[in-house]
């Protein structure tokens, strides 16, 4: 959806594809959920638990990869307290900012290996449209202090900024 050059559209309502009510994608069958539109320009800033490390979010099976119980779990958690915060459909491509309470991980933690819970719960939850490069243009993840666990800050890339939309040299 593209609101143009609309950016009063911030009440309106899109429907977003669900494959169950965490908002996580199954081969079953889909169900649609309303979610707010906002407009471009908008920042919007989220709190989250810590994600879990990339390395603890799934494990080998005979038969493929599963799920991990730990990352089961945040999902839960984190979608809850996700919706609780009315998360509205960012319109157009998008940088994001990851912060996450360094004391809530070991001092061993790898900031980079939370990124993809974060980026898969917006996607599943219907605020980002898709995590590729087409939409994400830009990912920081940092360390901060006193947050109390993480916050994802979703910042409107700005025009000039995206290749595809600067004008070639003359």
């Given amino acids: 959806v593209d609101t143009g050059n609309y950016p009063q559209l911030t009440s309106t309502y899109i429907t977003r594809d669900f494959g169950d009510d965490q908002g996580f994608g199954s081969r079953g069958a889909r169900q649609h959920r309303l979610c707010p539109l906002r407009a471009k320009g908008d920042r919007m800033t989220y709190d989250l638990p810590v994600p879990p490390s990339s390395n603890n979010m799934f494990f080998n099976t005979g038969r493929g990869r599963a799920i991990t119980p730990e990352y089961k779990a945040w999902r839960e958690e984190a979608g809850l307290m996700l919706r609780r915060q009315k998360p509205a459909a960012f319109v157009g491509r998008a940088d994001l900012l990851?912060?996450?309470?360094?004391?809530?991980?070991?001092?061993?933690?790898?900031?980079?290996?939370?990124?993809?819970?974060?980026?898969?719960?917006?996607?599943?939850?219907?605020?980002?449209?898709?995590?590729?490069?087409?939409?994400?243009r830009a990912v920081t993840a940092t360390w901060a202090e006193n947050i109390g666990a993480c916050r994802v800050t979703i910042k409107p890339v700005s025009r000039g900024d995206n290749k595809e939309e600067r004008s070639a040299p003359s």
């Avoid at 001092?107 to 719960?121: F, I, M, Q, Y």
């Fill in 98 to 136: 990851i912060e996450i309470d360094e004391k809530a991980c070991s001092a061993s933690s790898d900031v980079t290996n939370r990124v993809k819970a974060v980026e898969d719960l917006l996607v599943a939850h219907g605020v980002l449209r898709d995590d590729s490069r087409k939409y994400v």
